[in-house]
């Protein structure tokens, strides 16, 4: 089993709907996550840390459920420019290290 | 804003050959990381300095080496270059010593072993 896991999508959904997905970790001693979005043939770039009592950035909803080890995002009222691949991230520890990547859900809006 | 840059988009390199990628940082950040990522693999650490002169192997070194003489210069080096290294090649910078801060990524540097 793969210690950071996500859908890789394709998600297709039509521009103003709501999408929502997951990445599960396998690491119950892991302290910090992160959303990173990654446009087609760019670098990562920070969405959102998320926080344990879940955290909001107008559209973008992020939340932690430790019980069942997964974090998940929250697309309101999607746009075109949403498109892009979703990355998670989470560490291990409190090494700066210790920070694993999933492979990334991919997001395509359409019109 | 943060501001990391790697020397070079796209870079085309023969078998055998000994490869440098740049990568340089302009917040006095103290951690700074090479990944390589390829398609349903994800992002993989091949090696992370936390400190000048100071590294740590990450994941996948194996056919790397890297340098950190200056705090914001990060060096990649591909010894001998092999066709499975083809790849795109993504620098991070980091402050503290707390993972609870986030990577500031560079532009990446697709690289292709011919």
């Known amino acids: 089993r793969k210690e950071v896991e996500q859908d890789p999508g394709p998600f297709n959904v039509p521009e103003g709907a709501t999408v929502a997905f997951n990445c599960t970790y396998s690491?119950?001693?892991?302290?910090?996550f992160f959303w990173y979005r990654q446009d087609c043939r760019k670098e990562p770039k920070l969405l959102m840390s998320?926080?344990?009592s879940g955290n909001e950035d107008g559209r973008f909803t992020a939340q932690l459920n430790r019980a069942s080890q997964y974090i998940s995002l929250l697309i309101r009222d999607s746009k075109l420019s949403d498109s892009a691949t979703y990355l998670c991230?989470?560490?291990?520890?409190?090494?700066?290290?210790?920070?694993?990547f999933g492979s990334g859900t991919r997001l395509s809006i359409r019109p | 804003d943060v501001k990391v840059t790697q020397s070079s988009r796209y870079l085309v390199k023969r078998t055998g050959e000994k490869v440098f990628l740049e990568c340089v940082q302009d917040?006095?950040?103290?951690?700074m990381f090479w990944y390589r990522q390829d398609p349903g693999l994800g992002l993989r650490l091949i090696y992370f300095?936390?400190?000048?002169?100071?590294?740590e192997k990450g994941d996948i070194p194996e056919g790397y080496s890297v340098s950190r003489e200056k705090k914001e210069r990060f060096s990649l080096i591909l010894e001998s270059a092999s066709t499975n290294q083809t790849s795109m090649y993504l620098c991070?910078?980091?402050?503290?010593?707390?993972?609870?801060?986030?990577?500031?990524f560079g532009d990446g540097t697709r690289l292709s072993i011919l």
């Open positions: 991230a989470v560490n291990r520890g409190s090494s700066a290290s210790k920070i694993i």
């Open positions: 690491n119950s001693a892991s302290q910090s």
């Open positions: 998320v926080y344990s």
């Open positions: 917040m006095d950040h103290e951690n």
């Open positions: 300095s936390y400190d000048v002169k100071m590294k």
């Open positions: 991070a910078s980091m402050t503290g010593t707390h993972s609870n801060q986030p990577q500031h």
